[in-house]
């Protein structure tokens, strides 16, 4: 475990038993002595209602983009029962980066709001799978990497680096070399361990979770066993090929089921701490595939964490023009007749095949590219910086339903005929309801660990530290929050809000040191409202260090529409 990890399940424990040092209410005394029954009513913050977000792209019979629907052109149904369209939106990014390059201008009859402005900020978060994907593509990825940082960003671009194992996390930074030395320094913070996969018999990912579940194809069983026998040397003992077969697909498929959800896990916690930023945001996965049939609600849940977030997720096969070859025992291979060599090649085609779906479909739901079946991994990089991208965005409110997990069907039709439609087809309802205490307790605790700061809700904050004895300082920590980017809630003439605070201090190496999170309840009454506007919200905490060099992050979240702002400085204490 890293010392960063040790760090954040530090601040997690310190979010998930609440223990702030000082809880303040900002009410109006007068009128809290005037009507006292009022002000002491607790205030409940509703969760807003959930929706389902529908990321569509229409193209003609040429396969060209159609922009000119609207809401009502739309019908969208769940279960096939039709739903109300909430919100309803075209979001077009024409990029013309290589048009300008080859000396052309844009088509005079593209809209200007067709044609990007590159002085507006897109994010792009690389995403390094070294959890389920081999070490033997790590190379090709940091290659492509490095030409697409190199040739592929505009002025205002930014782009974050993140391992999927979380050992490398690199903030957003249009810093082209700082950027060129992460990419670096990815072979030494990597974690691509041996992936624990039988050498006798050989097997596929594919073949032994079938062989693990009792799944009788006729083939991978077979198979196993028949090369169990040659490379074990059973020939005078066959009978105990099978167990010993499936003795090593169960230890295969259990490591392959734990890496791909640890994979998905971690995707969707980093997709989910994005959600606050506001620019285009496209992030591209390095991976070499998985299987999904075991973590297909994972899955699913990573699709909606992104179209929630407003994240389009593309994806790069890095195993490029990929041939399946076997390396079976040499006995096996002399010995075998043909017929049990090609089914040892089907195996392995099928594999293949199944490994790159969730890749497609990851990036199909949201949108974006999956790019495959091709040795230039940069291509695909630089398709997704150079490409047109026009979608329909829809929501529409999530039917009452129970947190079973079951799966819902979505349909959309289009009434215009001949087009053709491209959009996510069901989601899984959740497992459990999402409580409003818990969604708080993450969205401050992704917040932390996002890969920059968070600008729905301006923050500074200002620092003075004093010496307590030889070995630590006491440093107050004052933090300015902008409350004029917040909504209240008026109930009963006052206006109300919640404001979480959490401020952490980190060591130059990311190490968890100290930190503080406070409540700040506001039951206002008009005129306390006016004034605190006028004059602005700060709020004090000390913490306690030796001293040294540090990142402070603070984290600001409101209740009534869930914004968050946050900042991270560096401070040197004396």
Known sequence: ??????????????????????????????????????????????????????????????????????????????????????????????????????????????????????????????????????????YSTTEAARKFVEQDLGPADQVAIFAASGRAQHPFTNDKQLLLAEIGSLYQKTDFRGITRSTCPTLTDLQAQRIANDVNDGVSTDVAIREMIACAHLEDNPNIAPMLARSAAVVQYQEASYRNRALLRNLRQYIRSLKHFEAKKNLILFSDGFLFEEVIYELQDVVDQALRAGVVLNTVDVRGLYVPMFQASEGFYNNSPPQTLARKQMLLSEDASSQAEPLSQLAHDTGGIFHHNSNDLHAGLKEVSDREAHSYILTYATPAQKADGRYHKIKLEVSRPGLQLSYRKGYYAPKEQMTFERRRKEDILEALGAPGNVNEIPVSFSYNSYQVDDSRYEVELVTQVDIRKMQFAEEESRRKNLISLVVVALDENDRYIDGLQKDVSFNLSASSYSELISRGFASKVIIRVPPGRYKIRTVVRESVQSKMGSLTKGVEIP
């Not at 983009?65 to 909430?86: C, M, R, S, W, Y």
Request: charged share 25%; no cysteine; net charge neutral.
């Open 1 to 138: 475990m890293t010392d960063r990890g040790v760090g954040f399940r530090r601040i997690a424990f310190l979010l998930l038993f609440f223990l702030p040092w000082y809880s303040a209410h900002a009410q109006d005394n007068k009128s809290s002595q005037k009507n006292t029954k009022t002000d002491q009513t607790p205030f409940t913050f509703k969760v807003p209602v959930d929706v389902i977000v529908v990321n569509a792209t229409v193209t003609d019979s040429k396969g060209k983009p159609v922009l000119n629907l609207a809401a009502d052109d739309f019908k969208v149904f769940e279960d096939g029962k039709p739903q109300t369209i909430h919100t309803f939106t075209l979001e077009t990014y024409k990029a013309t980066q290589s048009l300008e390059a080859a000396g052309q201008k844009p088509p005079a009859e593209v809209r200007r709001d067709d044609v990007p402005n590159f002085t507006q900020p897109r994010l792009f978060s690389l995403v390094i799978d070294d959890v389920a994907s081999a070490r033997e593509y790590l």
